[in-house]
């Protein structure tokens, strides 16, 4: 080694011994597939600004939002393999890995975010966080984005019979798969990142989403109309690898758990506004017709959908239908 190579030597181990030379950050991936104006969106910015916050030069988060780094195929084995930390699937897509979480598809199972919010607090909703774990998954929250409408490229869309013979883009959900059977419709599972040019090309006629992301993946400009059913809901599941989080530092995972907490608590306060401001903002394009619907058409839409629950009542668990129900009150 020549003269300055020992400096140089000497210099870094000195720096390391007095502590000014710092390890790199821990980079924590979290990928999505919607938009950044969503709630989803903004509460994954929201944990990386109080994860940096609470951790600093300890950890760096990336966002990837839009499916830019994982879509719906592959983000829950890029979980598993550790290529991302974190993803935050709609409760829809975890029927692979668990029954129970499907217990949110049911049609007409909660009235409103705030009963899906109250049931996901009970003890039977925070035992589903858990419900993965043995194949190597953790949930470490909820984050809402908001009931479901239902929209097609027909003018008339008030009544179950209206979508008979209609092609549906679903998300990978058997129950969601046996809602549109239901009602005489075909389902096909699809990417979310291909719905609008499924819709575009006519491959599918219509999908169900919610206001937030019908507008900010402009559905409502390749659709004619979207009814405002509000038969189900489309809420997430953050998640991680299990055995990536219980070998963190324990200080490192006790600062991501209280951003975690905080950004949940910040999207979900958010998720109900957003969803208002995109329904007025698709009114106020003009290009697709928002048909509210009379107590009456509500009620044929439920009374088409209710096979579904027996359907899956065996897998689900009644218990926990039960459980879920009481929240509506
Ligand atoms: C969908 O696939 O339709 C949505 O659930 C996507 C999302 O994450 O909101």
């Not at 705030?114 to 998954?137: C, E």
């Not at 928002?290 to 218990?319: C, H, N, T, Y």
């Given at each position: ?89 709609s409760?829809s897509k ?76 679903i998300q990978a959900s058997?129950?969601l ?12 599972k699809?990417?979310f ?137």
């Amino acid at each position: 080694m020549d003269l300055k190579s020992k400096f140089v030597v000497a210099a870094v181990v000195a720096a390391l011994s007095v502590g000014t030379v710092n390890a790199a950050p821990l980079v924590i991936k979290f990928s999505h597939v919607v938009a950044e104006a969503t709630p989803k969106g903004q509460a994954a910015l929201k944990f990386k600004e109080l994860a940096e916050k609470a951790l600093p030069g300890k950890v760096q988060v990336q966002v990837f939002p839009s499916s830019q780094l994982f879509g719906d195929a592959k983000e829950m084995e890029a979980v598993l393999l550790g290529d991302v930390q974190f993803i935050a699937p709609s409760l829809s897509k975890f029927d692979r890995y668990t029954k129970k979480v499907q217990l949110f598809d049911l049609p007409f199972l909660f009235d409103d975010i705030a009963a899906v919010d109250k049931f996901q607090h009970s003890a039977d909703g925070k035992a589903l966080l858990n419900s993965m774990t043995s194949k190597g998954i953790k949930g470490l929250g909820y984050w809402h984005n908001g009931m479901k409408q239902l929209s097609t490229d027909k003018d008339k869309l008030k009544r179950p019979e209206d979508v008979k013979g209609l092609k549906f883009r679903i998300q990978a959900s058997d129950v969601l798969e046996a809602q549109f059977r239901a009602v005489g419709a075909n389902p096909q599972k699809m990417a979310f990142s291909e719905v609008y040019q499924a819709l575009q090309t006519g491959v599918v006629d219509g999908q169900e989403n919610t206001w937030s992301n019908i507008y900010s993946q402009k559905f409502y400009e390749v659709q004619k109309t979207i009814a405002q059913t509000n038969h189900g809901v489309i809420d997430y599941m953050v998640i991680t690898n299990a055995k990536w989080w219980d070998g963190l530092p324990a200080d490192i995972r006790k600062g991501l758990e209280q951003a975690m907490e905080e950004a949940t608590a910040y999207g979900n306060g958010v998720a109900n506004e957003f969803n208002e401001r995109d329904r007025k903002r698709i009114a106020e394009a003009g290009k697709a017709k928002i048909q509210e619907l009379s107590k009456d058409d509500v009620a044929a839409w439920r009374k088409a959908m209710e096979p579904v629950w027996k359907k899956f009542e065996g897998e689900i668990g009644k218990d926990l239908i039960q459980a879920a129900l009481k929240a509506n009150k």
